[in-house]
Nanobody, 117 residues
């Protein structure tokens, strides 16, 4: 079982990026995104359960980020709009549900998002 995050890159403030988390080996009902900036703790971003009717977002990204899933390709996406420099971090996906990193497993390798001011 492995998750692979992709889609990171360099973007200007106000821009958009879409991250993808591809799962291999099996299908997971709950997947979440976290991020970690240099010198900071890992922060909850968003999570999705089932077909997508149940989602939850961290306060700092509500209204700007949208999590969704593509069941045909066993992939979860994170659409990030109105990006801010403080969104700069390595973004990780993992399986699980909740807002604490201890509630997740099968962490992917992470993808770097850099937002320039």
């Amino acid at each position: 079982v492995q998750l692979q995050a992709s889609g990171g890159g360099l973007v200007q403030a106000g821009g958009s990026l879409r991250l993808s988390c591809a799962a291999s080996g099996r299908t997971f009902s709950a997947v979440g995104w976290f991020r970690q900036a240099p010198g900071k703790e890992r922060e909850f971003v968003a999570t999705i359960l089932g077909s997508g009717a149940n989602t939850n977002y961290g306060d700092s990204v509500k209204g700007r980020f949208t999590i969704s899933r593509d069941n045909a390709n066993n992939t979860v996406h994170l659409q990030m709009n109105s990006l801010k420099p403080e969104d700069t971090a390595v973004y990780y996906c993992a399986t699980g549900w909740g807002t604490r990193s201890t509630q997740y497993r099968n962490w992917g390798q992470g993808t770097l998002v850099t937002v320039s001011s």
